[in-house]
């Protein structure tokens, strides 16, 4: 069973954990030049550097989709600079997961594959997807909805250690973002983790840098470019979060159960 994920940033790289690991062939597009800030987990790094692993599972890029099949062959992961989804009328999958978590649907429709899952907001079950996962943080993250839509994003990042906006760090000034300090760095409140046309950008509470835009990457003012994990532990750095994990759950329960894997009656709703 070949499910191609759009978007290969943290979320979906999760997603693609859980499937890769319950048996189903999985293929990932995204972006030729990634916007990913917690870099260290996400599979769109193969179209930057060829290829990159995260946890047990490698992923590489592809030049298209005629080379899809021998990297599924090889066990791992083929990533497509795609991010049209040109390549779906080639490679026919069985299911069709929108990862790319745009807050709105950016050309999925419910016809591209006999399964089609949306991630988040953006998407209604029945008109253009089967079915939608909820990634809220919260006690509805990860259920699978069959009618409906997920909960509107309210553009506040959910509570980890204690603190929700406070966690994300945005780059400074329009320009050219200038990276000084690496994921898996142990930050004070008060210093400079990179700076933008001169203008810094500062970590706004203690704890490790889970995340942060790679050098020369094009920003604007306000927008995402760094993320502080208060726990403090590196290691979260390096492997997927638990939400990332539970959405990459409620689409493999959508998967099974729509394209009939998963037996008995379901009561959709």
């Known amino acids: 069973m070949l499910i191609l994920i759009r978007g290969a940033g943290d979320i979906a790289t999760g997603i693609a954990l859980r499937l890769k690991r319950a048996g189903l062939d999985v293929v990932m597009t995204d972006l030729p030049q990634p916007t990913a800030i917690r870099r260290t987990v996400c599979f769109s790094q193969a179209i930057v550097h060829g290829e990159t692993t995260v946890e047990d599972m490698t992923a590489r890029r592809a030049a298209g989709p005629e080379q899809v099949p021998a990297l599924l062959a090889e066990g791992v992961i083929p990533v497509l600079a795609d991010p049209e989804g040109q390549c779906l009328a080639a490679l026919k999958p069985d299911g069709v997961v929108d990862a790319i978590l745009a807050k709105r649907n950016l050309g999925t429709r419910i016809t591209d594959a006999p399964v089609v899952v949306g991630v988040g907001p953006g998407f ?84 490790v840098l889970r995340g942060i835009l790679p050098e020369g990457t094009p920003v604007f003012k306000g927008m995402k470019a760094g993320d502080i994990d208060p726990r403090c532990t590196e290691d979260h750095c390096y492997c997927a979060s638990d939400k990332a994990l539970a959405v990459g759950g409620g689409v493999l329960e959508a998967i099974l159960g729509l394209s009939g894997i998963l037996k008995g009656d379901r009561a959709h709703g």
Do not use: W
């Open 124 to 207: 209604t079950a029945g008109e253009d997807c089967h079915a939608v996962v909820e990634t809220m943080r919260g006690h509805y993250l990860g259920r699978v909805i069959y009618r409906g839509s997920a909960l509107p994003n309210t553009g506040i990042p959910g509570l980890i250690g204690g603190f929700a906006g406070e966690r994300v760090l945005r780059a400074p000034a329009d320009g050219v973002f200038h990276q000084l300090l690496d994921i898996g760095a142990q930050v004070k409140q008060g210093d400079v983790a990179a700076t933008v046309e001169g203008v810094p950008m500062v970590c706004t509470l203690d704890g």
